[in-house]
């Protein structure tokens, strides 16, 4: 019986130093985002698709014309969070690990990618985020801020 208890109290020792993660803490993401960015529209939408994956688009129109488009997903896979961007120019998505989180503020990273190597989101307030971008573009370090307000 000794055996059996020793064995029950490891499992949940296991258990409790292993919690299932979860994009709750991330809720904040969700909704359509707007931002100018010298004379352009900025926007991101991101949507709740289950409990482990959220969907995002993002696009920069200039007049009626869209100068630039990105779709998204933050998700669980495996025990990490991950930020995937599918932009136009890579040939597959590129995934960025979460390294850094804190109540409204994320940070996810892809060190052997160029541009962007870390992408980091702020909440200032419910609606007002903050995306910032950046990395090494031709030899030189590239940063780029998108401030952002809730339309919806």
């Given at each position: 019986m000794?055996?059996?208890?020793?064995?029950?109290?490891?499992?949940?020792?296991?258990f409790s130093?292993?919690p299932?993660k979860?994009?709750?803490d991330?809720?904040?993401?969700?909704?359509?985002?707007?931002?100018?960015?010298?004379?352009?529209?900025?926007?991101?939408?991101?949507?709740?698709?289950?409990?482990?994956?959220?969907?995002?688009d993002?696009?920069?129109?200039?007049?009626?014309d869209t100068?630039?488009?990105?779709?998204t997903?933050?998700?669980?896979?495996?025990?990490?969070?991950?930020?995937?961007?599918?932009v136009?120019?890579?040939?597959?998505?590129?995934?960025y690990?979460?390294?850094?989180?804190?109540k409204?503020?994320?940070?996810?990273?892809n060190p052997?990618h160029?541009?962007?190597?870390?992408?980091?989101?702020?909440?200032?307030?419910?609606?007002?985020?903050?995306?910032?971008?950046?990395?090494?573009?031709?030899?030189?370090?590239?940063?780029e801020?998108?401030?952002?307000?809730?339309?919806?």
């Amino acid at each position: 019986m000794n055996k059996l208890i020793q064995g029950l109290l490891l499992i949940l020792l296991f258990f409790s130093c292993h919690p299932d993660k979860s994009l709750d803490d991330f809720k904040w993401f969700i909704g359509n985002w707007k931002g100018t960015m010298q004379e352009m529209e900025v926007h991101e939408t991101w949507i709740k698709e289950n409990e482990k994956s959220f969907s995002g688009d993002g696009f920069v129109l200039s007049d009626k014309d869209t100068l630039f488009h990105e779709s998204t997903k933050l998700k669980l896979q495996g025990n990490d969070i991950v930020y995937i961007a599918t932009v136009p120019g890579n040939p597959a998505p590129v995934s960025y690990k979460l390294t850094s989180q804190k109540k409204n503020k994320a940070i996810f990273e892809n060190p052997a990618h160029d541009f962007p190597k870390i992408i980091t989101y702020y909440l200032i307030s419910p609606d007002s985020l903050i995306a910032v971008v950046e990395g090494d573009e031709d030899g030189k370090h590239r940063k780029e801020e998108f401030h952002f307000k809730k339309i919806n």
